[in-house]
């Protein structure tokens, strides 16, 4: 059974899940260290040196900001990519493999399958 951590909104979480942290989706990281007990690893930028390491859940809730939802739907993840499309924050490589990996059947908003190109040809769609 994989060990799991409980956010600090009651949902519970596994290395596997995605989930929204400071409006960004993460997955949760332990880690062999003596002085943090896990990480939250962003989606995109995993393994860049971006983690976030906690000494423990308590630090977690400390840091849990109104913008950290937890687990999200399908239809959540889908508003949140759309959202994205739009954020100058975000690159459209990043949105692309972020639409890749996250939970969730996403479809542009103002998709059109007969479109000329933008988004949806970027993503092969």
């Not at 962003?42 to 809730?61: K, N, Q, T």
Request: with cysteine; charged share 35%.
């Amino acid at each position: 059974m994989a060990r799991t951590l409980e956010l600090p909104n009651g949902d519970v979480v596994s290395p596997e899940d995605v989930f929204c942290y400071n409006d960004y989706p993460y997955r949760l990281v332990w880690l062999e260290d003596d002085s943090h007990e896990f990480a939250l690893s962003p989606l995109y930028w995993g393994d860049s040196g971006m983690d976030i390491p906690f000494r423990d859940r308590e630090a977690l809730v400390d840091q849990w900001e109104v913008d950290s939802k937890g687990r999200m739907t399908a239809e959540e993840w889908a508003d949140w990519l759309d959202d994205a499309t739009t954020d100058s924050r975000y690159s459209d490589d990043e949105v692309t493999s972020l639409a890749a990996e996250l939970p969730t059947e996403w479809d542009p908003e103002g998709g059109d399958s007969d479109s000329g190109g933008g988004l949806r040809d970027r993503l092969g769609l």
